[in-house]
Nanobody, 125 residues
Framework: QVHLVESGGGLVQPGGSLRLSCEAS????????MGWFRQAPGKEREFVAA????????YYSDSVKGRFTISRDNTKNTVYLQMNSLKFEDTAVYYC??????????????????WGQGTQITVSS
């Protein structure tokens, strides 16, 4: 079992930056891919970024590539999402998630078994 808690959300102006953190409890963190997803009002949840258990690979959606950076610190059981050059369309609830299976890389939300409670990001002037 993995319990995830996000933090770092808030209100930011367009062009600004925020860093989200997601702290995990449980022994499986260091062997599992971690992902960030988001859901805007009236829209389906979408993939944002994912990082392998050893940080050797990361993958981003086209909408955030070059602006967002995912990273993790396995000694702290924490995954981060650095968000720069934020846009109005980045407004959403952001969720971190943990892959169901160890040593696998996936961006399919259905293959993530554990989810945080979500943190709101609002980009507004």
């Amino acid at each position: 079992q993995v319990h995830l808690v996000e933090s770092g959300g808030g209100l930011v102006q367009p062009g600004g930056s925020l860093r989200l953190s997601c702290e995990a409890s449980g022994r499986t963190f260091s062997t599992h891919t971690m992902g960030w997803f988001r859901q805007a009002p009236g829209k389906e949840r979408e993939f944002v970024a994912a990082i392998t258990w050893s940080s050797t690979s990361a993958y981003y959606s086209d909408s955030v590539k070059g602006r967002f950076t995912i990273s993790r610190d396995n000694t702290k059981n924490t995954v981060y999402l650095q968000m720069n050059s934020l846009k109005f369309e980045d407004t959403a609830v952001y969720y971190c998630a943990c892959d169901r299976d160890a040593y696998r890389f996936t961006i399919n939300s259905h293959e993530y078994a554990y989810w945080g409670q979500g943190t709101q990001i609002t980009v507004s002037s």
